[in-house]
């Protein structure tokens, strides 16, 4: 069978931890910056290194099977291309930005504005949806420093933090969209036998960044009380210790209400709770 390529970004915000996750996936393979491609030994892939504009065309014209990019990215090539999965990871909203002594608090204002962005297609899509007539300004980078040098009245840019606005004299107005790296197929692929491993293997690390492991001791008095806290993967492993009349329960718990569960688990009587880190959750 063919072997199948990946497309990841070659540096940048999304390398290092497209990196991590296939590594996370079991997959051995080199990550040299200079090479463009490497080899995986364990698994029938190549990944390929890019810059991740480039992404989203090759992995609609075949020349990459699968790709991990910014749903910002996908949407502004206009590709067709299959989501196979979010992955968690490079999240940020594509914003408009106006200067702080602006004044204005309803979009419909941004009209007969000029805005620069590296976004004019995304941008454009959404001015057009709420009927704005707004000047696109499109520039290739440092989009941020543009009302300052008088170039815009707006920008509409990548904001995580929201540090580099604050830094140009900047705040956020309005929300684009919102974006995160997502694995993406040419159309047809996820049907591939190993695309379908290759994709079991990310959701089980996914799961498992989203959930810790949890042992606790527990008077067998109180087990009731905090067994109704725990949902498992199943139901909890229930162990007796030496000591006549506890147990150690062993669970799993979402990392999303974490500290709300530790703490109604003490409440319930819970004691020596010890937290570990998942590597992978196999359904
Ligand atoms: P390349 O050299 O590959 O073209 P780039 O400079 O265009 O890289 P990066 O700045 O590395 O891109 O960002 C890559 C992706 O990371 C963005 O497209 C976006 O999806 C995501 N991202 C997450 N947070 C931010 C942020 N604060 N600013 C910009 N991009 C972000
Ligand atoms: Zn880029």
């Known amino acids: 069978m063919k072997t199948l390529k990946i497309a990841i970004q070659k540096s940048g915000r999304l390398n290092e931890k ?19 491609i490497s080899g995986v030994s364990n698994f029938p892939l190549e990944i390929l290194f890019l810059r991740d504009d480039d992404i989203p065309e ?16 996908i949407q502004e090539t206009e590709v067709e291309v299959a989501y196979l999965q979010r992955l968690g990871f490079g999240k940020c909203s594509l914003k408009i930005a106006i200067p702080n002594s602006y004044d204005i608090e309803d979009v419909s204002e941004l009209s007969g504005k000029s805005i620069a962005t590296t976004y004019p297609v995304i941008l454009g899509k959404y001015l057009k949806e709420k009927n704005i007539n707004a000047e696109i300004r499109t520039i290739s980078g ?33 929300n684009v969209m919102s974006s995160e790296a997502i694995m993406i197929g040419k159309a047809g692929i ?16 996914l799961r498992a960044k989203e959930t810790k492991y949890v042992v606790l001791n527990i008077h067998k008095d109180d087990l009731g009380k905090a067994i ?56």
């Open 58 to 73: 090759y992995v609609q014209d075949g020349i990459a099977d699968l790709g991990i990019v910014g749903e910002n990215v």
């Open 142 to 174: 440092s989009v941020e420093i543009s009302p300052g040098l008088g170039l815009s009245d707006a920008i509409c840019d990548l904001v995580s933090t929201g540090g580099t606005l604050k830094s140009n004299g900047l705040k956020p107005f309005c």
């Open 18 to 36: 497209s990196v991590e996750l296939l590594k996370n996936c079991g997959l051995d393979f080199d990550n040299y910056k200079s090479s463009l």
């Open 228 to 283: 109704e806290l725990l949902p498992g993967v199943k139901s909890p492993s229930v162990v007796p210790l030496a000591e006549e009349g506890w147990v150690a329960v062993h669970t799993v718990i979402p990392e999303n209400d974490f500290w709300d569960r530790i703490n109604q688990l003490r409440q319930a009587g819970a004691q020596g709770i010890t937290v570990m880190p998942i590597e992978k959750i196999i359904f």
């Open 190 to 205: 996820e049907n591939h036998e190993h695309v379908q491993e290759l994709l079991q293997r990310v959701q089980s690390v």
